[in-house]
C-alpha cells in the first residue's frame, strides 16, 4: 500500500515508544491516526504534536485529523468501542498497528501469585489483545472490500528464546507464528505482516539490565526504526560456506555465553528481490524497484536494510546474487590481491563452486613444471599444502575459504574432519614463514564479504553457472547449506525464497 493523505490509521500502545514514533510518522504523510493507548495524558500530548503534522496536508478539515481513545487492549467492550470510534470519524480503516505491549515485571520464577497481574496479564495485552484488535480490523476491511494492512509488533524474542522474560517472549512466539498463519488474508487484499525488532530506546527498554544491552551490542534507535531504512522483499537468496561459520557463532567476539544471548543471528549474505516499502529520507529509491543487497539477514521473506546498502539491478534474477558475493570475490582477489596480469599461470581449486566457476574462466589450464604464479585457495587442510608447494617463485596465493576444515566432502578422498557446529577449526602450518622467505612469495588473505568494493564494477563479462538442484521457500535454506557441503554442487546454490518467482527463467 502506498502511505498517501487521507489514508486512516488505527494504532495501539500510540501513547509512547514505537507506537508513538509510527503514530507522528504516519502523521507527516497525511495519515489521519487513532492514537489508542491506556495513558490518556501521553495519549492527548501525541495527538496534539500529529494534528500540527497533518495540519499543512489538511488545512481547514471539518473534523480532527487525529483522535485519541483510551482503551484497555485487555477490554473486548473497549476495544470494540475503540475501533467503532475510528470508523465513525474516518468512514474505513486502512491500516492498523497492534504495538500494545508490556513486560512481565515480576520475574517468572518468583511469581507466587495467581498470574492475574503479572503473567496473564502480560499474555492478554501482548498475544490476546494483538488477537482481538487483528480479528476485528480485518471484518471491518472485509466489509469495506478495500486493501488494508496490518502490523503487528513482535519481537526479537519472539524468534529466540528471551531467558529473562520467558512470558514477553512467549507473547512475542505468539504473535509471530499468528501473524504468519494469517497470510491467506493477501488474497483478499488484507496484508499481515510483523516486526521483530531487538532491544530499541524507549521506555519499556530502558527497564532491561545494561549488562543485556551491551551483549546485544546496543539499543536500536527509533530513527533506525522508522526512517532511513528500505524493506527488501528477498526472492532468490545465495548460499555460501561461510553461513555455518556465521550461525555458530565464530565470526562473533566474546564467551560462548555472550555470543549465545545474541541469537537469533540474521543469517544470508546476499539476497535479490524487489524494494517493499521505503522509510522518510530515503530519497533515490521507491517501492517496486529491483534490487540486490549484500549484508545479514537474506534469508528471510523481507528484510530490513540501510537504504545505502541497497545496489538497483535489472533483474532479480539468481545470477545476480552469483554476481555479488562470489563474483566480486573472485574479480577483487585476482586483481587487487593477487595481482593478475597477462602470461601468468593460476591455479583454482573448488572451481565448480559459487566463486572459484568464475576465476577458472580467465585462467589457462595446463600443467607448468616450473610452478604456478597464482594459486585461488578455498578448500583449505590437504588442499592448501598441496597448492602451497606447487607455488612458483614471486608466487602469491589468495585464500577465500578452508571449506575443508568446516564439514566433511563424504565423495572426496580427504580425510577431513566433521566440525558439527562450530563452524571451522583452526589448523597449524608449521613452517609456513619459512616457506614464504625462501621463494618470496606473498599470501593474501581475502574474505567472501567485501563490503568495501561494493560499489566496484565488473570488469569481465562472465558466463554464470547455478546449480540446478531447486531450493524453494525459508524452509529449504538449511537443506541448501547441506547440500552445498554435500561437494555435490556444480555452480553457485541458490533458494528461492518466493516461491511464485521459482518458475520463471533466467535471461541472464
Not at 486512516?8 to 501513547?15: K, N
Not at 557446529?421 to 612469495?441: D, V
Request: charged share 20%; aromatic share 10%; proline share 4%.
Amino acid at each position: 500500500m502506498k502511505l498517501k493523505p487521507g489514508l486512516s490509521a488505527f494504532i495501539t500502545g500510540g501513547a509512547s515508544g514505537i507506537g508513538r514514533a509510527l503514530c507522528i510518522a504516519l502523521a507527516q504523510k497525511g495519515i489521519f491516526v487513532t492514537v489508542v493507548d491506556f495513558s490518556e495524558d501521553k495519549g492527548k500530548e501525541v495527538v496534539s504534536i500529529l494534528l500540527k503534522e497533518n495540519l499543512k496536508f489538511h488545512p481547514g478539515l471539518k473534523y480532527p485529523s487525529s483522535i485519541f481513545v483510551k482503551c484497555d487492549v485487555t477490554n473486548k467492550e473497549q476495544v470494540a468501542a475503540a475501533f467503532e470510534k475510528h470508523v465513525e470519524v474516518y468512514g474505513g480503516l486502512d491500516i492498523c498497528i497492534n504495538s500494545a505491549g508490556i513486560l512481565s515485571f515480576v520475574p517468572f520464577h518468583m511469581d507466587e501469585t495467581d498470574g492475574s497481574r503479572s503473567w496473564r496479564h502480560a499474555i492478554n495485552v501482548n498475544l490476546v489483545g494483538v488477537i482481538d484488535c487483528t480479528h476485528r480490523a480485518i471484518k471491518i476491511m472485509e466489509a469495506a472490500k478495500k486493501p488494508g494492512v496490518i502490523i503487528n509488533m513482535g519481537s526479537a524474542a519472539g524468534l529466540y528464546p528471551m531467558i529473562t522474560d520467558p512470558i514477553y517472549s512467549s507473547t512475542k512466539g505468539g504473535v509471530v507464528m499468528f501473524t504468519r498463519a494469517l497470510a491467506p488474508y493477501k488474497r483478499k487484499g488484507i496484508r499481515v505482516n510483523v516486526i521483530c525488532p531487538e532491544i530499541v530506546r524507549m521506555d519499556m527498554g530502558e527497564t532491561t539490565e545494561s549488562r543485556y544491552i551491551d551483549i546485544m551490542g546496543g539499543y536500536i534507535s527509533m530513527n533506525t526504526m522508522i526512517q532511513g531504512h528500505v524493506l527488501l522483499k528477498i526472492i532468490y537468496a545465495g548460499v555460501n560456506a561461510s553461513d555455518v561459520n556465521f550461525s555458530s557463532g565464530s565470526y562473533f567476539s566474546g564467551s560462548k555465553k555472550e555470543i549465545s544471548s545474541r541469537l537469533p543471528f540474521d543469517a544470508g549474505f546476499e539476497g535479490v528481490g524487489l524494494v517493499a516499502a521505503v522509510g522518510d529520507g530515503v530519497k533515490n529509491l521507491k517501492v517496486g524497484t529491483l534490487a540486490a543487497v549484500m549484508t545479514f539477514g537474506s534469508y528471510a521473506e523481507f528484510s530490513l536494510v540501510p537504504a545505502t546498502y541497497i545496489l538497483p539491478v535489472a533483474r532479480p534474477d539468481p545470477e545476480v546474487v552469483a554476481m555479488l558475493t562470489s563474483g566480486l570475490t573472485a574479480s577483487i582477489a585476482l586483481e587487487k590481491l593477487a595481482q593478475m596480469e597477462f602470461g601468468k599461470t593460476v591455479l583454482v581449486t573448488a572451481a565448480a563452486g559459487g566463486t572459484g566457476q568464475f576465476v577458472v574462466q580467465q585462467v589457462l589450464k595446463k600443467e607448468f613444471p616450473k610452478g604456478v604464479d597464482i594459486v585461488y585457495e578455498s578448500v583449505g587442510g590437504d588442499m592448501f599444502d598441496t597448492c602451497f608447494n606447487a607455488l612458483a617463485v614471486y608466487g602469491r596465493m589468495v585464500i577465500i575459504g578452508m571449506i575443508s576444515q568446516v564439514k566433511p566432502f563424504s565423495d572426496i578422498a580427504y580425510a577431513f574432519q566433521y566440525q558439527g557446529e562450530n563452524g571451522w577449526k583452526p589448523r597449524n602450518y608449521i613452517g609456513l614463514c619459512e616457506k614464504l622467505l625462501t621463494k618470496s612469495q606473498t599470501m593474501a588473505f581475502a574474505g567472501f564479504f567485501l563490503v568495501q568494493f561494493i560499489r566496484c564494477s565488473f570488469v569481465y563479462t562472465y558466463l554464470v553457472a547455478i546449480d540446478p538442484k531447486s531450493f524453494v521457500g525459508v524452509q529449504s535454506v538449511a537443506d541448501a547449506v547441506e547440500y552445498l557441503h554435500s561437494g555435490k554442487s556444480v555452480g553457485k546454490v541458490v533458494v528461492c525464497i518466493d516461491p511464485s518467482f521459482s518458475q520463471q527463467t533466467a535471461k541472464l
